[in-house]
């Protein structure tokens, strides 16, 4: 915690939506009146006409501490002899003489649900150690952009559980997480959101304490050790937030002081009917510092690398999810809520004012023009954006038929196009795999072999298409049944060989990724990638090439038709040997293994635009990685 501002310039800041580090002043913190050592309490409830706090220390007496209006919109109270850990409240009267008691927005720690109180944690007093320096200064050294970045996806709650159900705390799922991650040669995991919330089935996306990591798993302090045992082991952690709705709760944001306060005061704009859940109104300063505060909070106190953004498509458009007559148009007339577009600006602005290596990823599912680019040419600030279009199509196309799949080639080859229009991240994320999707081995078309081999064609195609990546946990050794938050992985097919050899081969081409920079250096330029063959529609097949800085080439050849091994010849840059050093096809992997040569040499027959070409044993349902073998050079 850095050293809070005086009153007065906090308040103003906070009202002018600019204080981004609200957290150091709203809520609970130590301080002194009277000579007594306590807590401030402070609540923005503008429309309230009187706020008490209540809790463990006054018997939840309503009248017990009062507190006084500091600002237009800002309660103040002192409570004395307040301890840590204990539970509290504010009691918010509204102009309707209704008094609800309202969680702290800004508490650091809460009750562990159906307790939905806040909790007495003070960060200021937790003099945490941190051992991460060298990660960190390592972070601000890089460039993530032409860094290798393939993300696991968790929800902490289910990854693994104790055999009686009960969930790991943050220390025990660090420790298990992070062997777990580095033995798969992930760079980064990505948790489902762990900011307090009070229903397990909203998986962490109806949020009630943005300031708090979840008390299911333990305290804020535990939290910072997990991050900081994943970076001492080299692995970056990346938190889902939501700031594009938040629950109806009683105790939550929802009518706050009375009346609508976080949120829209229009129904039209302030409700997700479909969702259930309220619209934050991104046009309210106290709201922007609310927010902006909220993600600083994560790289200041938690030490966090980078923030996936929920549903911004839903932020920018004013009739998403609404029908005629149930939104209304921007002052031009437009569907775009102009106000939620200069808040995304403006919190990218100061996240990365602070934090220029922080990672902002918009999870947008629209074609909204330069969300990866920086505000001042006209984009949104974010630096990387889920591609939904290349997961979509994909999905799609690997779910037909291979009798289908040559009618559909373009859903294949498609995201090329676009693929350096932004930075792009490649999800298969916990959405493709819930609500009746099924697992995303089962959206493999085929028998049971089948299934593996398409499903390690498609991994060994994501891996060398140009865009960082992400997987969702379970996809790796292929979880057949759909994700259930409510129960662990179904790591028991992990006694069955077809499930170890695909786990084993997503481990191997995780590590052949992350050993060629082929594949990662050059992700959003058309230097960094070139086609050799697009347009094999009857072979369902394509090839084409991914080069580093130094011209160094690694060619990706995918076939995803099922058929039986046949010759297959694709042009060459250049001529001498062609070495194999990838096959997705090979026994170890589970594949029938056809391919035996480890080398393959041109011949002067043109192919593709080039004057020669390799003939290679390509299987049904399959990947291959060719490199050129350099020629080493004489001694003198």
């Known amino acids: 915690m850095g050293k809070a501002l005086n009153k007065k310039t906090a308040i103003h800041l906070f009202h002018e939506g600019s204080y981004y580090h609200a957290f150091e002043f709203m809520g609970a913190h130590p301080g002194t009146k009277n000579k007594k050592r306590g807590m401030y309490f402070r609540v923005f409830a503008p429309n309230a006409v009187g706020v008490s706090v209540v809790g463990d220390f006054n018997g939840w007496d309503e009248n017990a501490h ?34 609800v008691l309202k969680s702290d927005p800004y508490a650091t720690h809460f009750e562990t649900r159906p307790g939905t109180a806040s909790k007495i944690f003070p960060l200021e007093r937790e003099k945490f150690e941190w051992t991460d320096g060298e990660y960190l200064r390592n972070r601000r050294e890089m460039s993530i952009y032409d860094s290798p970045v393939n993300i696991y996806e968790v929800h902490p709650g289910s990854w693994r559980k104790y055999k009686d159900g009960q969930f790991f705390d943050y220390q025990k799922l660090a420790k298990e997480l992070c062997a777990y991650v580095k033995e798969m040669n992930y760079t980064h995991i990505e948790l489902m959101p762990i900011m307090e919330h009070p229903f397990d089935g909203s ?91 909220g993600a600083v909070n994560w790289f200041k106190n938690y030490h966090v690398d980078g923030l996936r953004v929920d549903a911004v498509a839903s932020m920018l458009y004013l009739d998403y999810g609404r029908k005629d007559g149930e939104w209304v148009p921007n002052i031009y007339g437009g569907n775009e809520n102009l106000e939620a577009v200069a808040f995304l600006k403006k919190l990218n602005e100061a996240v990365f004012a602070e934090f220029p290596d922080a990672m902002m990823i918009a999870e947008e599912s629209t074609a909204w023009p330069l969300v990866t680019k920086p505000t001042f040419s006209g984009g949104l600030g974010f630096n990387f954006k889920w591609n939904m279009g290349w997961m979509n199509d994909m999905i799609r196309y690997m779910s037909l038929d291979g009798i289908y799949r040559k009618y559909n080639h373009d859903a294949l080859t498609f995201s090329f196009f676009y693929a350096f229009s ?62 259930d938050y409510q129960k662990e992985l179904d790591w028991l097919l992990l006694d069955y060989e ?139």
């Open 66 to 99: 009062p507190c006084e209006r500091i600002s237009s919109g800002i309660f103040e109270g002192f409570v004395p002899l307040v301890k840590k850990f204990d539970a509290y409240k504010f009691a918010v009267t509204g102009k309707n003489g209704k008094t």
């Open 203 to 293: 998986w962490g996306y109806q949020v009630t304490g943005y300031f708090a990591p979840t008390s299911r798993y333990g305290t804020p302090t535990d939290f910072m050790k997990f991050v900081d045992i994943m970076h001492e082991n080299g692995i970056g952690v990346i938190l889902d937030w939501v700031p594009a709705h938040f629950p109806r709760d009683e105790q939550g944001l929802a009518d706050f002081d009375g009346g609508p306060c976080y949120e829209y005061t229009d129904p039209r704009k302030g409700e997700h009917r479909e969702w259930g859940t309220k619209v934050f109104d991104y046009g309210k300063n106290e709201v922007q510092s609310f927010l902006i505060s």
């Open 422 to 483: 932004e930075n792009f991240v490649l999800p298969i994320s916990h959405d493709e795999v819930v609500h009746g999707k099924c697992s995303l081995i089962n959206k493999m078309s085929g028998e049971y072999d089948d299934k593996f081999n398409s499903l390690r064609a498609f991994y060994g195609y994501m891996m060398s298409h140009p865009g960082k990546k992400l997987l969702f946990m379970g996809q790796e050794f292929g979880q057949f049944i759909e994700w």
């Open 498 to 636: 077809k499930h170890r050899q695909l786990k084993e081969y997503v481990k191997q081409l995780n590590k052949f990724y992350l050993d060629h920079r082929e594949l990662w250096q050059i992700d959003y330029s058309w230097e960094g990638f070139s086609w050799i063959a697009n347009d094999d529609n009857a072979g369902s097949t394509i090839a084409f090439m991914r080069r580093d800085e130094e011209e160094n080439y690694i060619i990706s050849v995918c076939r995803f038709i099922k058929n039986d091994a046949e010759e297959y010849r694709i042009g060459v840059p250049g001529s001498g040997s062609y070495k194999v050093v990838f096959n997705s096809d090979e026994k170890m992997f589970g594949g029938k293994g056809y391919f035996k040569k480890k080398t393959v040499r041109a011949e002067k027959i043109p192919m593709h635009g080039f004057e020669q070409s390799v003939s290679i044993s390509l299987a049904g349902n399959s990947v291959i990685y060719l490199q050129r073998v350099r020629r080493k050079k004489k001694q003198d």
